[in-house]
């Protein structure tokens, strides 16, 4: 069956998530209506307009975290945050709300997540999508994840193209694999985790790029334009097995462009395989840093027997 | 497409020496690059046809066009906003022989999903003397779907219009200097005298608009494939303007929430009776806000056609000042034969 007798579809929803808390896209409203498979090309992640009037409030694709799921196969490494998923952040200045005009006001921004492989979702399975709020609990130490909000509506559009009946079913499908390291510390000095960027998977993992997102060490936080500050953050990034791929210790702006946040990057990870980063500051900053680099990939997945 | 082989004696190194061609889909045939580039003014409300002499190439050769490029100037237009602003004022008309590229002026904002590198940044003076009014300049790249064969001596023709508006915008902005020069380019390739195609695909343009101000309306058949032979649909593009009296101003496309001021929702179905999207959808998720459109590729059969409904949500009367005009597009191709 040739690609152009597909049909583009687009499913939408809106959740609802409580501060601090979690809530899962309704699984009937990303359900193909039309009842065959569909390729998924691209996730988009809006949300609503804050409420209580913050000047320096958390922007959306820092607050939000989400958990995509294929059946019962992960995307993500559990939950990524969202400014780690997608590298652009449309609609204006992060922290300057153009209010006003009808269509002139915080709803403005989405996030566009192009998967690196359309995705295969064979029919009568479900794509699960979780969201969570990342503040911070009350009382805790002033921090760019502290912002509260009493209501908070988030659309989430599935955009894809729907298959025909007879479309066949691949042998295997190529399944995205999104893995997150988050450091929310003062200190001058960050490492990730070894489970952090690291494969998980039983099979060699295609990566495709980075994804990274920070405040610069600055309190009034408007992390898609990163720019050098009196205390720049610096990063550097080596695989497992000691291969440098950020030799130097260089700024974060650098790595990932204000303007798109991305770290372009081909290269084959083998199962177990982990990418360690390292975060330095000259000194300390005087505000709490918040950092989130994730590593995006592919990996090949039998379809027969693995999907539930 | 069926391509012969290029006839015998084509001197292949020609074909190593001149990697041209800038059609991803299209490498391996090579060939001469080709720039064909005229221009006009427009005035208000004026519609011009661009000098055909030198549109087409004078080598009395077949080519390809891959690419067409159309640069904006105005000295009213010095900002980012209303530099892309133009793109929804000035529209073309594209036609080759007997075959219309769309059934109706198309804004140029809708060709393309984004905009060249020098958009809404590049500010050229006047004949570059001290003093000179700033002008700016805005210029869209539409890659075309398919690269379009031209026959030797064959040509397609450009009719260019400055679009007048109910409300007049045009008068007060273009006070001063009341002109916008229009410049069409098309990039392409020579290929060989006697190289031969049996069909060839002809872009194929279709678009509908819709008011904040209207509460609901639908693209009746705007979206339809009224030709014979099957369509082949690229993309949907999108885009939105901000519209007073004074000003005419490109805005983001808008992913309101619920409990939002007004703002527009699209709903798609087509002629099969399949379900593009699930529920109305606001105009900032149904398009890439970054590319302004949506691009898919799919076929649409002989009188097909995409039935879309773009709605006011939060409508309470209208009489929204600025209005806000959105534009929704449709690019693909259909086989021709020649």
Redesign the interface.
């Known amino acids: 069956m040739k690609?152009?007798?597909?049909?583009?579809?687009?499913?939408?929803s809106?959740v609802s998530p409580e501060a601090r808390g979690a809530a899962s896209v309704i699984p009937l409203?990303i359900y193909n209506?039309?009842k065959t498979a569909m390729l998924v090309?691209?996730i988009?992640f809006?949300?609503?307009?804050f409420e209580g009037g913050e000047t320096t409030r958390t922007p959306f694709n820092v607050l939000m975290a989400v958990e995509i799921l294929l059946g019962s196969i992960p995307i993500t490494n559990k939950f990524v945050t969202l400014g780690a998923l997608a590298p652009?952040y449309?609609?204006?200045e992060g922290n300057a709300p153009n209010p006003g005009?009808?269509?002139?006001?915080d709803?403005?921004?989405?996030l566009?997540w192009h998967l690196p492989k359309p995705l295969y979702v064979p029919p009568m399975v479900q794509l699960g999508i979780n969201l969570k709020c990342q503040q911070t609990e009350p009382g805790q130490a002033q921090t760019i994840l502290n912002y509260s909000f009493e209501?908070l509506?988030v659309?989430v559009?599935v955009?894809g193209?729907?298959l025909p009946d007879d479309y066949p079913i691949p042998g295997e499908i190529e399944v995205p694999w999104v893995t997150e390291t988050q450091a929310r510390t003062t200190d001058t000095r960050f490492v990730s985790r070894d489970n952090d960027l690291v494969n998980s998977n039983k099979v060699p993992l295609q990566v495709t790029q980075f994804v990274g997102i920070s405040n610069a060490g600055r309190t009034a936080v408007t992390p898609d334009t990163a720019r050098p500050t009196p205390y720049p953050l610096t990063v550097q990034m080596s695989l497992s097995n000691g291969t440098m791929l950020i030799r130097d210790q260089i700024p974060f702006y650098l790595a990932f462009p204000s303007d798109r946040r991305l770290f372009p990057l081909s290269a084959r990870l083998q199962p177990g395989a982990f990418v360690r980063l390292e975060l330095e500051q000259p000194v300390e900053p005087y505000g709490v840093q918040f950092v989130a680099v994730a590593m995006h990939g592919y990996r090949k997945i039998q379809t027969p027997g693995t999907l539930g | 497409m069926i391509f012969r082989k290029a006839m015998p004696g084509f001197p292949s190194v020609v074909l190593a020496q001149n990697p041209t061609t800038n059609h991803p889909k299209n490498k391996k045939l090579g060939g001469a690059p080709v720039v064909f580039s005229a221009q006009t003014t427009l005035r208000t409300g004026q519609s011009a046809v661009l000098n055909a002499q030198t549109l087409q190439s004078g080598f009395r050769t077949p080519y390809f066009i891959d690419e067409i490029r159309i640069s904006l100037l105005s000295s009213q237009f010095t900002t980012a906003a209303t530099l892309t602003g133009l793109s929804g004022l000035v529209s073309v008309l594209f036609q080759t022989g007997s075959y219309m590229f769309s059934n109706d002026a198309v804004p140029v904002g809708l060709l393309a999903p984004i905009f060249g590198t020098d958009y809404g940044t590049v500010m050229v003076s006047n004949n570059g003397g001290v003093g000179d009014a700033v002008r700016g300049s805005s210029t869209v790249r539409w890659m075309l779907p398919k690269p379009l064969f031209m026959p030797a001596g064959d040509v397609v023709l450009a009719n260019v219009s400055l679009n007048d508006s109910a409300l007049g915008i045009l008068n007060t902005l273009f006070t001063n200097d009341p002109a916008v020069r229009v410049t069409i380019t098309y990039v392409g390739r020579l290929v060989p005298q006697g190289f031969e195609v049996s069909h060839r695909a002809v872009p194929w343009l279709a678009w509908w608009t819709k008011s904040?101000n209207e509460e609901y309306k639908t693209a009746n058949t705007r979206l339809r494939n009224p030709f014979v032979n099957p369509a082949?649909v690229q993309r949907f593009t999108s885009r939105?303007y901000?519209s007073s009296i004074a000003s005419y101003n490109e805005?983001?496309?808008?992913?309101?929430?619920?409990?939002?001021?007004?703002?527009e929702s699209i709903h798609?179905s087509?002629s099969r009776g399949?379900?593009?999207?699930?529920?109305r959808?606001?105009i900032?998720?149904?398009f890439?806000?970054?590319r302004h459109a949506?691009t898919?590729?799919?076929?649409l059969g002989p009188r097909e056609q995409f039935n879309m409904e773009m709605v006011t949500e939060n409508f309470s009367g209208g009489e929204?000042d600025?209005d806000?005009i959105t534009n929704v597009g449709l690019v693909g191709y259909r086989k021709e034969s020649l």
């Open positions: 690609n152009n007798t597909l049909s583009p579809i687009l499913l939408h809106v409203d209506p039309n090309d691209q988009r809006s949300g609503s307009d652009t449309i609609g204006g005009g009808p269509l002139g006001s709803a403005d921004y989405v566009t209501t509506a659309r559009s955009v193209r729907s | 904040l082949h939105t901000e805005v983001p496309l808008a992913a309101q929430a619920p409990t939002s001021a007004a703002y798609i087509d399949y379900q593009i999207t699930n529920t959808v606001p900032g998720h149904v890439d806000t970054a949506w898919f590729g799919r076929e929204f600025p806000y």
